[in-house]
């Protein structure tokens, strides 16, 4: 079964980018695979401290 994954425009200053892509390297990773990898951790702390984030079929809607 496929992966869907959403697309979108992520900005960052040009000190956070380097740091970021520096990270990337050292973890022999993609930029967008450790910034994926970030997302879930955090996304796993905020739900260890305020419960699982529940979502709606609309919430999941690709706009």
């Known amino acids: 079964m496929a992966v869907l994954k959403s697309q979108f425009t992520l900005r960052l200053n040009l000190v956070d980018h380097a740091k970021i892509k520096k990270m990337a390297e050292a973890e022999n990773r993609s930029l967008t695979n ?30």
């Open 34 to 63: 450790l910034i994926e990898t970030i997302i879930k951790k955090e996304i796993k702390n905020y739900e260890k401290k305020h419960g699982e984030i529940e979502l709606t079929d609309e919430d999941l809607s690709s706009e």
